[in-house]
């Protein structure tokens, strides 16, 4: 599913069922943080970045969670990011921890598409998994987002059962 295959990903989110709420958060490829500020009514920062390098690839897990104080976890985001498809300018800035993978690309001006590889969903959460692809640039980004706070603040329906 490509970003821009609009009626395929509306058709592919109807027949498997995704609230709305849902859809525009999956859908979406801004910078998830903005999204996720807007729909809490305050920032959303990003915490606890973890990278390792295992064969090849830079593993970048971090946690985005609500003000005030980062008390509240609204996604958690794992990253594959290989070392030989990256530019040394992206690779720097990533292993920096300073900014969002997103905000890398835009900051670089990097040309690039986004195609959504795969969305999921059950009682407890939703997630989705897609590639941002440009010259010298490849990632690999899962996003996983708990069902719990998203319930709370009405911007989706809790699950049947």
């Known amino acids: 599913m490509e970003e821009l295959d609009f009626q395929g990903l509306l058709d592919y989110f109807k027949q498997k069922g995704f609230q709305r709420g849902e859809q525009v958060i999956l859908g979406n490829f801004g910078t ?3 999204l996720l500020s807007l729909i809490f009514e305050t920032p959303v920062n990003v915490y606890d970045i973890e990278m390792k390098e295992k064969n090849g690839d830079i593993i970048r897990q971090v946690n985005l969670k609500a003000e005030p104080g980062g008390q509240v976890l609204v996604a958690q985001a794992t990253s594959r990011i290989p070392v030989d498809r990256n530019r040394s300018d992206v690779l ?5 921890g300073k900014l969002g993978l997103g905000q890398i ?8 598409r986004r195609i959504l590889q795969e969305v999921g969903r059950n009682k ?4 989705r998994t897609y590639t941002i692809e440009g010259p010298d640039l490849f990632l690999e980004i899962h996003e996983h987002f708990p069902r719990e706070p ?3 603040v009405g911007w989706i329906e809790p699950e049947a059962g």
């Open 150 to 152: 998203y319930e709370k």
């Open 92 to 96: 720097q800035a990533i292993t920096s």
């Open 124 to 127: 407890e959460a939703f997630w």
């Open 105 to 112: 690309v835009v900051t670089n001006q990097i040309p690039n």
């Open 32 to 34: 998830v943080q903005t």
